[in-house]
């Protein structure tokens, strides 16, 4: 079983993350995680953070195309031990997938039709290319933007910011850019069997708390354990 959880960033990935693999691991089945992108591994993971520091430019100076050849070849140097662990049928649970790629990039693209090319050639190049594993199921996690709103203009911190080494994340700067992101993820996930939305938000509009948000991943992915 292999398993992906999108979302924008700051929506709360990783408490869900560690939710799943508690409820994994409790029905039997021994658990692996990845992160994407690695920002630890050589080459890929090095260019990534450049990328996200601004190094080579801002969002609207680098073509999207190439910036998504960084990720797609970072999942396709991990693709080997993804496919190691299925084979040996322990659980992979994954933060940020293919569908990261197409949204963040996608979102980029103004022309509708030029977005749709963007899409298939990123889901081309990932899966038919460089054959790395398909998920049994992706969620994203839809946030109030809200919420997303206010987590990316507070400080945030801790050891997964330390590839930024001080400057700011250059998709975290743009709301507007978040905004799209999440157009393109909902119009994904309106086309794919295999990828589903998971509402994160209360009755009130704001955010759900942690526990009301993980009852609805576990309903998603409780008949394929």
């Not at 998920?135 to 590839?163: C, H, I, M, W």
């Not at 990828?195 to 938000?201: A, E, I, L, Q």
Request: charged share 30%; proline share 4%; aromatic share 10%.
């Amino acid at each position: 079983m292999f398993i992906v959880l999108e979302g924008l960033d700051g929506a709360g990935k990783s408490t869900q993350i560690k939710l799943l693999r508690q409820m994994v691991e409790a029905s039997g089945r021994e658990c692996e995680y990845l992160h994407f992108p690695r920002f630890d591994a050589p080459v890929y993971g090095d260019m990534i953070a450049r990328f996200l520091r601004g190094e080579f430019g801002s969002v609207e100076q680098v073509n999207p195309y190439l910036v998504a050849l960084l990720y797609a070849g970072d999942r396709a140097d991990a693709a080997q031990q993804i496919n190691k662990w299925l084979s040996e049928g322990k659980c992979v649970i994954v933060d940020r997938y293919v569908y990261s790629n197409v949204g963040y990039q996608c979102a980029k693209v103004e022309s509708a039709e030029e977005r749709e090319r963007l899409k298939e050639w990123i889901l081309h190049t990932e899966f038919e290319e460089f054959r790395i594993p398909r998920p049994t199921l992706s969620l994203f996690l839809d946030v109030p933007f809200g919420f997303t709103e206010a987590k990316l203009t507070s400080q945030r911190e801790g050891d997964d910011r330390n590839y930024l080494g001080g400057a700011q994340d250059i998709h975290e700067k743009s709301l507007d850019l978040q905004r799209k992101v999440r157009e393109v993820y909902l119009e994904a996930a309106a086309k794919e069997a295999d990828f589903r939305v998971v509402d994160c938000s209360n009755e009130q509009g704001g955010m759900a708390l942690p526990e009301e948000i993980f009852a609805r991943v576990a309903e998603q992915i409780k008949p394929l354990l």
